[in-house]
């Protein structure tokens, strides 16, 4: 992934983030809800852009947080049927990708 490209994923996450937070009054179920969906479509934008995958569906989500940041993990499952291991350790950082070969095959990704 080109330095550009990055510095724009970043910037549009947060754009996005800082929107997200101005309406105070919300309830905190109504913004924890926004927030699994910035995640999301920060996920469909950088696998996009880096491994050219347009995203079918996700399964096996797991989100946790660890010592103040948001850890994410999720595999990505493409309309090609590719399909890729993401991890994201931090809300501010970027998707890491890991191809799975052979998506039959439930051990090898």
């Excluded at 080109?2 to 910037?11: A, M, P």
């Excluded at 919300?26 to 934008?45: C, P, R, V």
């Excluded at 569906?57 to 090609?80: A, F, N, P, T």
């Amino acid at each position: 992934m080109t330095r550009l490209l990055r510095t724009r994923l970043l910037r549009t996450r947060l754009l996005r983030t800082l929107a997200l937070g101005l309406p105070l009054g919300l309830g905190a179920g109504i913004i924890a809800a926004q927030a699994q969906a910035t995640w999301e479509i920060d996920l469909a934008e950088e696998v996009m852009a880096a491994e050219n995958c347009d995203v079918e569906y996700l399964s096996h989500v797991v989100e946790r947080e660890i010592d103040g940041k948001q850890l994410v993990m999720v595999k990505v499952h493409c309309r090609d049927a590719r399909a890729f291991d993401a991890m994201r350790p931090d809300e501010f950082e970027l998707f890491q990708f890991n191809e799975c070969r052979n998506v039959n095959e439930e051990a090898e990704c």
